[in-house]
């Protein structure tokens, strides 16, 4: 059976959109006339997805959140354990889900598998959806057997990432939110507020303090000029991002990340602890490891560290052990180096790189979570600076007025 996504209306006239499962567009107007349904139009759900490619999927292509893609994993990995057949596993998925597209994709999915394909090969035709890791996961379940165990590890992995997301997410609101308003205070002090306390002195013959002058002059270019400036900061950034679009550029940028004190311990960390999470479960999936690791690499974000994962591949192939390939590439932490070595000693290489994953990803949090207890304090101890700058700037010449009026 196939997936059909179909437009009909209803006996009020209005026009209505869904998908059906079925045989051919024949039943499926049959289907929709015994729902009272007058059938307008009906395509097969792959081709429906390409007619529909237009600029804004192009530019947005189908994606589902993190953790609706686990939830959706967990699901199917129940199913799957419960003995039923895959294709009922899929339709029961695609039946608990809200989401018409999602619910396409899942029942397209089905189809292929209906026709004889694994589920590996169908899930390849969303890429963006389900990623090589997940796919090449899959496809060792499928292959060796145990394809329930594989979802299962996969849906804990998707939540684990879903988790530490969200954790990070929520740690850096805050600090946001209160630059935003420190930012948004000062700017409106500056353009709206100052120029009023101290038009009363521009009158004066008398010199005004420096301090005054200075922000006398910083209210006015930015009130003259904040528009600008405003457009000219959208535009470089729109042109930083079209530049670092050419690998050879982004591949600088990312090096020189590297060399920066603070923010390089930090991207190496988050790196390298995707990269040894993602290499442990696809090693405990059964994948093998030039195959692990080729994979893993893509998960790595810096150009820099994706070619020592490359490096990395290259020497284990050649007989190196994964221990010293890590160690000769630079960047991969030593904790984690020893970590690998002594799991290749014990013959636990998997369970030593969920560990080195936990324990990377543990410091990055309490890393972090410094960091960001620093930040708030020191914003609103910049934020009650700059607010003294501006009230000394107005009360000097205050104090002064005598004088001046003399």
Known sequence: M???????LNPGGKLVRGVLEADSERQVRSQLRARQLRPVEVQTAARAEAANQNLRQRL???????????????????????NLPLADCLQAAAEQTRRP?????????????????????????YPQVFNEMYRAMVSAGEHAGFLGPVLEQLADYAEQRQHSTQKLRMAMIYPFILLGVAVAVIVALMVFVVPELVGIFSQSNRELPLLTR???????????????????????????????????R???????????????????????????????????????????????????????????????ALAVQEGSSLS?????????????????????????????????????????????????????????????GMVLLIVLAVLLPIFDLNTMVR
Request: proline share 3%.
């Open 2 to 8: 196939t997936a059909y996504r179909y437009r009909a």
């Open 60 to 82: 947005f292509p189908m994606r589902i959140k993190g953790g609706e893609l686990a939830l959706l994993t967990r699901q199917l990995a129940t199913l799957v354990q419960s």
């Open 101 to 125: 597209r999602t619910k396409a994709m899942l029942l397209q999915v089905r189809s292929r598998v209906s026709e004889g394909h694994t589920l590996a090969y169908a899930l390849a035709e």
């Open 214 to 248: 200075v922000l006398i002059a910083s209210s006015d270019f930015l009130r003259d000029w904040s528009l600008w400036l405003i457009l000219g900061l959208g535009a470089a950034i729109v042109i930083a991002r079209r530049l670092l679009r050419e690998p050879k």
């Open 250 to 312: 982004r591949r600088r940028w990312h090096r020189w990340l590297l060399r920066v004190p603070g923010v390089a311990g930090l991207l190496i960390a988050l790196d390298t602890a995707r990269f040894a999470s993602t290499l442990s479960i696809l090693m405990a999936s059964g994948v093998p490891l030039l195959e692990a690791l080729r994979i893993a690499g893509q998960v790595l974000v810096n150009l820099v560290l994706r070619d020592e994962s490359e490096a990395v």
């Open 324 to 384: 010293r390939a890590l160690g000769q590439a630079g960047h991969f932490p030593p904790m984690m180096v020893h970590m690998v070595a002594s799991g290749e000693s014990s013959g636990a290489l998997e369970e030593m790189l969920e560990r080195s994953a936990a324990n990377q990803e543990r410091e990055l949090e309490m890393t972090l979570g410094t960091v960001m207890s620093l930040f708030e304090p020191l914003m609103v101890v910049v934020m009650g």
